[in-house]
């Protein structure tokens, strides 16, 4: 019984693998940008635009968050004096 359905799933797999590449066009990044149109170059700068944020974000960020050791002894001088 498990024989049979494994094989029932091999040869599926077969036929739908085969299928799939008959089907597929191949394009080069490029000329799928420009077959895009204008839009395109608009998720183009959207696209720049995000990573350039994500990584100033990241950068700020970590930073900040570096523990200065001096911070309480700076702490207690201010309300010392």
Same mark, same amino acid.
């Given at each position: ?13 077969? *036929? #739908?693998?085969?299928? &799939? $590449?008959?089907?597929? @066009? ?6 799928l940008a420009e077959k895009g149109g204008w839009i395109m170059a608009i998720?183009? *700068? #959207?696209?720049?635009? &995000? $990573?350039?944020?994500? @990584? ?14 001096n911070f309480m002894n700076n702490i207690r001088e201010f309300i010392l004096?």
């Open positions: 019984m498990i024989t049979a359905i494994i094989l029932q799933l091999h040869e599926t797999a077969q *036929v #739908l693998g085969t299928e &799939a $590449v008959k089907g597929e @066009i191949s394009l080069p990044i490029i000329q998720l183009g *700068v #959207l696209s720049v635009i &995000a $990573v350039y944020i994500f @990584i100033e974000r990241y950068l700020v960020i970590s930073r900040s968050s570096r523990e200065d050791k004096s």
